[in-house]
């Protein structure tokens, strides 16, 4: 975007002025897409439609609810006629460490991680930080996905961005009444799901730290017996892009040291994702030399346990975003969260 903005307003200002909003923008196209790289590309699309059509903004919004009217029409076009994304447990039962891991599904399938920095201020009200990063948490963004897209958009605006409902009716060109009763719909839905209202997570306590700690021990060491003593007896374990997932501390064990026997070895790098811990998991390269990224590895934390792990396997996609490497020298050693 180079050049005198549309309407003559000055560039530099104006593109300041939108990037001022990147971060919530991405936070909501990504709740509503599912998708990370998706919510990157409709942020863009939104600030460069706003920078090409500045001349047709009369000023009598605010920049800000301009700008979300924008993303969320974007992110219509974007859902149209598509799939919901979901998890590996949204699709069907917990399978055995004997059962085939079967083809991976498409990329399309599957809630994608995203980095904390894309979507949560750095600074700000902690409570408030709190809040957001509950919102993008991978089980919040699944069960959204379960709404059509305005039911979405509207529980989204109302509920988390605390949007008045006749605000909202004007970003989506409707009545007020008419917001309330998709607010109402989408709030029957999500109850059906499980999902109810609930206080924000804390950020982790002191022995919430010990307790990751001690599960990248266990997990470089490789002894499955720690591992899964830090795991509640009805832990998740999935896979994205394999529909297979596993809810046992036996099958987790078992699949461990059968099919996933390569991950002895394994070195973690403590990054953040989806307001949760998580890891870059390298295993041991094929060469003998240092180590290979193999997975995201987002962990859901619990009160004392860990109450489910996602490995994300497409390492050569995601690493990138997350500013991780994809391969580590002989010397580098596992980093357990500060």
């Known amino acids: 975007m180079t050049g005198t903005a549309a309407g003559g307003a000055d560039t530099a200002t ?17 709740r509503l897409l599912g998708s990370s790289f998706e919510a990157e590309d409709a942020v863009q699309d939104t600030l460069v439609r706003a920078w090409k059509g500045y001349d047709r903004f009369e000023g009598r919004a605010s920049l800000r609810s301009w700008l979300y009217r924008i993303a969320t029409n974007v992110c219509f076009d974007q859902l149209d006629g598509r799939s919901r994304r979901a998890r590996p ?8 460490a004997d059962a085939t891991l079967g083809p991976p599904l498409p990329e399309s399938s599957w809630i994608q991680p995203v980095p904390d920095d894309r979507v949560v201020p750095e600074t700000g009200d902690p409570a408030e930080l709190a809040e957001l990063r ?16 305005r039911q979405r958009a509207v529980l989204i605006l109302r509920e988390v961005l605390q949007w008045q409902a006749a605000e909202v009716a004007d970003l989506l060109g409707t009545t007020a009444a008419s917001v309330n009763s998709l607010l109402q719909r989408a709030r029957a839905t999500l ?25 990248v021990d266990a997990f470089e060491r490789y002894d499955l017996d720690s591992l899964t003593s830090l795991l509640y007896e009805d832990a998740t374990w999935t896979m994205p892009p394999y529909e297979l997932w596993l809810q046992s501390h036996e099958d987790i064990r078992r699949w461990c040291l059968g099919p996933g026997a390569g991950c002895r070895g394994s070195r973690l790098l403590a990054t953040r994702a989806n307001g949760s ?3 870059a998991h390298y295993k041991p390269s094929a060469s003998g030399l ?5 997975s995201l590895q987002v962990l859901e934390v619990s009160g004392d346990r860990i109450a489910g792990i996602t490995f ?9 975003i997350f500013g991780l490497p994809l391969t580590l020298e002989p010397s580098h050693g596992g980093v357990a969260p500060a």
């Open 14 to 30: 104006l593109e300041h002025e939108l990037e001022q909003h990147r971060i919530e923008l991405t936070a909501y196209c990504y």
């Open 89 to 96: 447990m949204d699709l069907g039962p917990a399978l055995t």
């Open 290 to 294: 240092g180590h290979d990224a193999w």
């Open 191 to 215: 109850a059906d799901k499980g999902v109810t209202d609930s206080d924000p997570q804390r950020p982790l306590d002191d022995e919430q730290d010990e307790l990751l700690s001690r599960y």
């Open 312 to 320: 994300f396997l497409d390492t050569a996609r995601f690493f990138p």
């Open 277 to 279: 811990p998580a890891f």
């Open 134 to 149: 509950e919102t993008v948490r991978l089980a919040f963004v699944a069960t959204l996905q379960h709404l059509p897209p």
